[in-house]
């Protein structure tokens, strides 16, 4: 959580709409805050897939994390990180 509210949230895709716990995700890219991206990893009830699903979403927000870090406004974060 600390670590996407460092880098400023990520972006992300979601295949369907779904809120949970507070977070709103809209079918398409998504702006999320580390508190959201969490939720977002770990949801897989919402999904007939679930585990599988639950595991595309972690990809999506590590790979988001991974690109947010190329740009060099965040690479000079890395101590905060």
């Known amino acids: 959580v600390k670590a996407v509210d460092t880098i400023d949230g990520v972006d992300v895709y979601s295949d369907t709409t779904f809120t949970k716990d ?9 702006h999320l805050d580390g508190k959201c991206a969490l ?9 007939d897939s679930g ?4 595991g595309q979403n972690q990809q ?3 790979t988001a994390i991974v690109n947010r870090l190329m740009n ?6 890395y101590t905060r990180l």
Request: proline residues 3%; contains cysteine.
């Open 22 to 30: 507070g977070c709103t995700y809209n079918e398409g890219m998504n």
């Open 39 to 47: 939720r977002f990893s770990r949801e897989r009830k919402i999904y």
């Open 51 to 54: 585990d599988r699903h639950r």
């Open 60 to 62: 999506a927000v590590i």
């Open 72 to 77: 060099p406004k965040y690479l000079i974060r």
